[in-house]
């Protein structure tokens, strides 16, 4: 069975790091791509940007580039995003989703990022 | 980028109903699009790929067509669990993008 599983909850203060995980299993790694979607509170969908593992070729949204990065470890099958420094329009849920050649077919169960002093 | 406008923000229906949700691109992209279902409080699910796709799983009440620039997501005859959230996506280059969703409520 297909599997992404996220990392718990964060809360976190304004300037703080912050890096959260998305494991994969039941499919081959690094023969999908992963990419990381964000969802504001109450608002829609929006893509961040996305990695393949076979060879960490990685893609940002010009809204995200520069703000995040994405990365991962196809030792343990397992994808990143992480933050140097969050702001509180940070706050959101974030979601990894897995593609390959027909839109996004799996998704984890979301990430909440609280950003709050 | 391609930006892509999907209307209505809001559609009012109710059970029965043959219900459609448009999404238009701002450039072609071939058959590169994706529709999504999000209930309240879950992660989104894929309906249709591929413009006219449907995923594996997915009730036969839901159909896709268009390509280029013009797409349709199709209800023929709405459920009491199709009450949602809906988005349509291109994959056909970067960056990817959604359009900006359809809630379909009950009238």
């Known amino acids: 069975e297909v599997q992404l599983v996220q990392s718990g909850a964060e809360v976190k203060k304004p300037g703080e790091s912050l890096k959260i995980s998305c494991k994969g299993s039941g499919y081959s790694f690094t023969s999908y791509w992963i990419g990381w979607v964000r969802q504001m509170p109450g608002k829609g969908l929006e893509w961040m940007g996305i990695?393949?593992?076979?060879?960490?070729?990685?893609r940002y949204s010009p809204s995200f580039q520069g703000q995040v990065t994405i990365s991962a470890d196809k030792s343990i099958s397992t994808a990143y995003l992480q933050w140097s420094s969050l702001k509180a329009s940070d706050t959101a849920m974030y979601y990894c989703?897995?593609?390959?050649?027909?839109?996004?077919?799996?998704w984890g169960q979301g990430t909440l990022v609280t950003v709050s002093s | 980028a391609i930006w892509m406008t999907q209307s209505p923000s809001l559609l009012s229906a109710s059970t029965g109903d043959r219900v459609t949700i448009s999404c238009r691109m701002s450039?072609?992209?071939?058959?590169?699009l994706a529709w999504y279902q999000q209930k309240p409080g879950k992660a989104p699910e894929l309906l249709i790929y591929?413009?006219?796709t449907l995923q594996s799983g997915v009730p036969s009440r839901f159909s896709g067509s268009g390509s280029g620039t013009d797409f349709t997501l199709t209800i023929s005859c709405l459920q009491s669990e199709d009450f949602a959230t809906y988005y349509c996506?291109?994959?056909?280059?970067?960056?990817?993008?959604f359009g900006q969703g359809t809630k379909v409520e009950i009238k």
């Open positions: 591929a413009a006219s």
């Open positions: 996506q291109q994959y056909y280059s970067f960056p990817w993008t």
């Open positions: 989703v897995r593609h390959l050649s027909g839109g996004l077919d799996y």
């Open positions: 990695i393949y593992p076979g060879d960490s070729d990685t």
């Open positions: 450039q072609g992209i071939s058959s590169y």
